[in-house]
């Protein structure tokens, strides 16, 4: 069986995720780009894995945008996105959350949604140069 651990930037709050990932989707809807306050969100997405907290869930907070379905868990301490279940249904898992790798060739990214939402700041940005740490 597959595990994936991660941990918020603070490192108060651990997880292990057990079990494969069925797809790996980046997001680019509005609601999205405002929790993630970047272009798109990169979630993977599990109907059987099971998530189990190591440390600090109980600085775990989950917000519910009301009158949608869009969902977020944070860590209260640092803000990052962790991980959430809906219950009966699936695991949700941030990508950038994980501190294990993950083979992007078992669950490669599956689709890129709610382009018409897309940045327009980010359709400009495959030229711009690339740097593999801050520039000098």
Same mark, same amino acid.
């Given at each position: ?13 651990t997880f ?25 969100a990169a ?26 379905? @869009? ?11 962790m991980p ?27 689709? @890129? ?24």
């Amino acid at each position: 069986m597959t595990t994936h651990r991660g941990s918020c930037l603070c490192g108060n709050v651990t997880f292990e995720v057990s079990g494969a990932f069925d797809s790996f989707f980046l997001c680019h809807c509005k609601y999205c780009q405002k929790d993630t306050g970047s272009a798109h969100a990169a979630n993977l997405f599990s109907s059987s894995a099971q998530l189990k907290w190591l440390s600090g869930e109980d600085s775990i907070q989950q917000f519910n945008l009301a009158g949608t379905r @869009h969902s977020k868990s944070f860590c209260r301490n640092c803000g990052s996105a962790m991980p959430w279940q809906v219950p009966g249904m699936f695991v949700i898992v941030p990508a950038g959350s994980l501190d294990s790798e993950l083979d992007v060739s078992v669950i490669p990214v599956k689709a @890129h949604l709610f382009l018409a939402s897309q940045a327009e700041w980010e359709q400009n940005s495959a030229n711009a140069p690339r740097f593999n740490k801050f520039p000098e």
